[in-house]
């Protein structure tokens, strides 16, 4: 299928200009700077006047609960509201039911995703205290990296023995391999639990999370792991950096880089009164101070790509306080817009957002022909509106779980297509292309 894309404000590598994109199949076949509408014959025209037209947004970091877990999620589910959000690519995370820790467990996410999903996808395999001698076997063409879990969280995957971390950290060094860490150190929160339940019973209210996952158990944790890649020269990516003190780790070595979430750019303690328990998340959500912090830093280059940490619970999960609501919230459908919301705030441009959101995940992670409006490069391209405002509800909601923290949130910005591998996944409020699936990610 051949299609233009025409009368957008195209945003790429650091532009943007008025243009059009024209896609064969499923690559983008040119790019055309100007006002001037190319010549040809075309099975379908997308007029996109009062639109911009930027690269499909990678999301680096969600879990999608398949398999094990699929009462809260599925990969169709998931890749759905991806789509609808302006998603075209996601990694999934390992702690899943197997965990994927095992080759195995690795192929069967692969093989459900190739059935299943709406988008492109690939996974991270997980580091456990005694796996690191797997990592060799590990095809480097079809993977991100590794993730490891030194902080516990949803999944019971920490990793907490020194000798363990070493290995692991010298073994993705020798391999070039990416590790994405969850820092926060648990011997830390476990102290400041008992604390809080001394005072408050065994389910300390949710306003005390920030305080049991707090600023330090952060810190001390990426502190560690910062250490360990100076010490061996590994490429450390820290997942969803979630206080203005950790910031200082970042934009001084390339082999050390960041990423923030949604949940800690958007919401701060105060919004722990209103949202309760929709909000928690590991790290913990923390103070206003900590959230301009890192909106700063997403402007600045510290951060250097936005993810999610998408995390599906069914509703009655999330009842409860610190102890007993379960940690994470749904919000990959709704990040590009929020993303957006910021440019309208005037805290970062439209084009920092594409770098953020699509060129940067694409270059940490060497993703192969994605990332970027390039000629000869996939064709994953997604188009959004401003001044098109809608309201979260339920019905809009694709997740599994049926639930946001973004419910009742009016957005200025739409996500009117999503195209994926050159099909029309998404377009204005409907799944397009039912029967298209995403494609395998490959890499280096």
Not at 22 to 35: A, K, L, Y
């Amino acid at each position: 299928m051949k299609i233009l894309i025409k009368n957008g404000t195209i945003v790429n590598e650091g532009r943007s200009f008025k243009g059009s994109v024209v896609i064969d199949n499923d690559r983008i076949e040119d790019i055309i700077d100007g006002t001037n509408t190319p010549r040809g014959i075309y099975d379908k025209e997308i007029e996109a006047s009062g639109c911009f037209v930027l690269p499909g947004v990678i999301d680096e970091h969600v879990h999608f609960r398949e398999p094990g877990l699929t009462r809260k999620a599925d990969i169709e589910s998931e890749s759905r509201a991806a789509a609808y959000g302006g998603v075209t690519s996601f990694f999934d995370m390992p702690n899943t039911n197997p965990q994927t820790t095992a080759l195995d467990a690795l192929e069967e996410k692969f093989v459900l995703a190739h059935s299943k999903s709406h988008v492109n996808y690939s996974f991270f395999f997980g580091a456990t205290n005694d796996n690191a001698s797997l990592f060799g076997e590990l095809d480097r063409h079809r993977i991100p990296g590794i993730k490891l879990f030194m902080g516990a969280s949803t999944g019971n995957m920490l990793v907490d023995r020194q000798d363990s971390l070493t290995n692991i950290f010298k073994t993705c060094a020798k391999l070039d391999l990416p590790v994405m860490t969850h820092c926060e150190d648990t011997a830390e929160i476990n102290r400041n639990m008992a604390d809080a339940q001394g005072r408050y019973g065994d389910d300390p209210p949710i306003c005390m999370h920030q305080h049991i996952r707090s600023e330090k158990a952060c810190y001390d944790s990426t502190s560690l792991a910062v250490s360990l890649a100076k010490t061996y020269g590994t490429h450390l990516h820290v997942a969803h950096v979630s206080t203005a003190r950790e910031l200082e780790f970042f934009g001084v070595y390339k082999n050390i880089t960041a990423e923030a979430v949604i949940a800690h750019l958007y919401f701060s303690d105060k919004d722990y009164k209103e949202k309760g328990a929709l909000i928690k998340c590991n790290p913990s959500v923390k103070s206003y101070a900590d959230r301009e912090g890192l909106r700063r830093a997403i402007a600045d280059g510290r951060i250097m790509t936005i993810g999610t940490d998408h995390a599906p619970h069914e509703l009655k999960d999330k009842q409860g306080g610190c102890a007993k609501a379960a940690s994470g919230m749904p919000l990959l459908q709704f990040s590009l817009p929020t993303m957006l919301e910021f440019v309208d705030a005037g805290v970062l441009g439209i084009e920092r957002v594409v770098e953020l959101m699509c060129h940067n995940p694409a270059s940490l992670f060497r993703v192969n022909e994605r990332g970027y409006l390039r000629k000869s490069y996939k064709a994953d391209v997604t188009i959004v509106k401003p001044d098109a405002p809608w309201t979260v509800t339920e019905d809009i909601i694709q997740s599994k779980c049926k639930w946001s923290p973004m419910m009742g949130h009016e957005y200025k910005w739409r996500v009117m297509q999503t195209i994926c591998n050159g099909h029309v996944v998404y377009d204005n409020g409907i799944l397009a292309d039912t029967e298209s699936r995403g494609e395998e990610i490959s890499f280096r």
